[in-house]
């Protein structure tokens, strides 16, 4: 019981649902946290293959469940200028972070990192939701008929 003592014990709900902005502020989390891994583990010379679980027929007809490496396409590339420049992406739209700005400018695998972390951080503290929320309009606009 001694151990318990040296906690802080609260009564506390879990909230049943989340609202939109929190949920698609996570989404985008995730991902950005996926990138940091994958420049993490291409700064190390090694590769990142998180997986999942996929539903398939095999041969006999019956649907089994199997374990394949999810495909993450890095989000940075080089551009003319010889920096690498990082674009947010929320599902297939590349997120406007300021008026006409889509990019973000890095010299170094190092500071893609930082501003990988740098972006994360923003994220959950809530400074992309007005983007977030025009891209996610964009998105779910091109699933009306």
């Known amino acids: 019981m001694a151990t318990l003592a040296s906690l802080k014990l609260v009564a506390a709900k879990k909230p049943t649902n989340q609202s939109p902005v929190v949920q698609r502020r996570n989404k985008l989390s995730s991902k950005v946290f996926e990138q940091i891994q994958l420049a993490h583990a291409q700064s190390r010379g090694e590769s990142y293959a998180p ?30 200028n010889g920096k690498c420049c990082i674009a947010i992406r929320y599902g297939a739209k590349v997120i406007e972070l300021a008026k006409g700005k889509t990019a973000i400018e ?22 992309l939701d007005s983007q977030i929320e025009a891209v996610s309009g964009q998105l779910r606009s091109g699933f009306l008929k």
């Open 51 to 80: 997986t999942k679980n996929k539903t398939v027929t095999n041969t006999g007809g019956e649907r089994v469940v199997v374990t394949v490496p999810k495909r993450i396409k890095p989000w940075w590339f080089v551009a003319e």
């Open 106 to 127: 890095v010299a170094n695998p190092d500071a893609l990192i930082e501003a990988l972390e740098a972006v994360n951080v923003a994220v959950l503290a809530g400074e």
